[in-house]
Each structure stands twice: as C-alpha cells, then as structure tokens.
C-alpha cells in the first residue's frame, strides 16, 4: 500500500520557483500521482496529474523520475496568492470499482513579500 | 463550474446522537466520496461511491455508513457518534473512468463536526 510522505512546510518569497517533493516508495503500478492545493475554509483544487515523466499545465509542473518513488511539483514564480497547503495524492480507481486512493499529510507553504 | 455543496459548515452533536452529513453535486459525477481530514494526517477515504446504491469501503470505514439513492446526492452517516469523529469531513464528486485511472475529484467546503 503506497504510503505518501511530503514535508510539513515550506517558506518562500514571492517570485521564486517552489519545489515540493513527495515520496511514495510502494507506489503500484497503476497508481497515477495527483496533486491538489486548498486554500483555509475550502476544499481541496485540483492542480495537476501524472503518471511518468513531466507533465505541465498553465500553473505547474510535475516531475516524476523513472522509479516513481518520488513526484516533485514545481510552481514558477510563486505569489502571496500561493500560500496555501498543497497535498500529493497517490492510488487508482479501477473499472471494477475498486481503488485506493492515500493522500500526504499537506505541505503549508507560506510565501512571503 | 462544477459544485458540490454539503449541508452545513459547522455542526455540534452529542456522544451517541445519529448524525447525518449531506453532500450535492451538480455535475452528473459518477463518483463521489467522503473524506475526514485531521491535522498532521491529511484527507482519509471514508467510503466512495461509483453509482447510484453502490458503495466502496475506503480507508476508515469503521463507525461510518453511507447511502446514495440519487446519483447527485451522497449522504454519510454516524450511526452512534463518538468524540474521535469530532473531524472536517469533505466530499467530493468526480466522472469514473470505463477502464483505470483518476478523473480530477471536486470537493466541497466541508462540514466541521464537533462530537461532545
């Protein structure tokens, strides 16, 4: 059972690149690498999916190495909108209506002027 | 726009009272699912939902049920709550996929449960 581990928190300033990493040693093959970003007294918000390689979307990108036991997602040039806890999330649902999806414990990343 | 709405924000219950928590979403989703989300634990899977009176146990079933008798409405329950339940509950809605995968899952606001 893949177990997800992302650090607490991160600090940085605005307009810097952040980097969030998370590890997943027993990811399964089928499990895709899901991240999502929620804001305080909101639900969580899709940012961006992958299963291998780099996927990038119009505010991130994701990077997944060869193994798969880590996933990176790097924001460009964050801003104090930025602020927020982001979570990995790793599983699968199959046609058959199974699945099991585990989410990290959160990273805060707090962004400062 | 996608919305899942749930019935309250915040709700106060006593040790032993049936609690029922409502979630409707508006985007003809397949799947829903209900969530708890505690500090320094991140968001557990409950149960899920791929279609009308079916159900999956997720990850912490144990002291919760749930129903769905209409494809927009996914409802949880507390049998008989305890003061461990006292939690943020999130629920979400998502298309299911024909063959394996993860269509993006929309939450809600959540429900902030207080058992005392």
């Known amino acids: 059972l893949a177990k997800t581990t992302q650090p607490i928190s991160m600090d940085s300033y605005e307009g810097q690149e952040v980097n969030i990493t998370c590890s997943h040693n027993?990811?399964?093959?089928?499990?895709?690498i899901t991240w999502y970003q929620q804001f305080p007294s909101q639900g969580p918000r899709f940012i961006i999916q992958?299963?291998?390689t780099k996927v990038t979307n119009e505010v991130a990108s994701l990077f997944i190495p060869a193994d798969r036991k880590s996933s990176t997602l790097s924001l460009p040039r964050v801003s104090l909108s930025d602020t927020a806890v982001y979570y990995c999330?790793?599983?699968?649902?199959?046609?058959?209506?199974?699945?099991?999806?585990?989410f990290g414990q959160g990273t805060t990343l707090q962004v400062k002027p | 726009d996608v919305k899942v709405t749930q019935s309250s924000r915040y709700l106060v219950k006593r040790t032993g009272e049936k609690v029922f928590l409502e979630c409707v979403q508006d985007?003809?989703?397949?799947?829903m699912f209900w969530y708890r989300q505690d500090p320094g634990l991140g968001l557990r899977l409950i149960y899920f939902?791929?279609?009308?009176?079916?159900?999956e146990k997720g990850d912490i079933p144990e002291g919760y049920s749930v129903s769905r008798e209409k494809k927009e409405r996914f409802s949880l329950i507390l049998e008989s709550a305890s003061t461990n339940q006292t939690s943020m509950y999130l629920c979400?809605?998502?298309?299911?996929?024909?063959?394996?995968?993860?269509?993006?899952?929309?939450f809600g606001p959540g429900t902030r449960l207080t058992v005392t």
């Open positions: 979400a809605s998502s298309f299911r996929r024909m063959d394996q995968g993860l269509y993006e899952q929309y």
């Open positions: 027993n990811i399964a093959t089928n499990d895709y």
């Open positions: 992958g299963y291998k």
């Open positions: 999330l790793v599983g699968v649902l199959y046609s058959g209506n199974t699945g099991k999806l585990i």
């Open positions: 985007m003809d989703h397949e799947n």
């Open positions: 939902s791929y279609d009308v009176k079916m159900k």
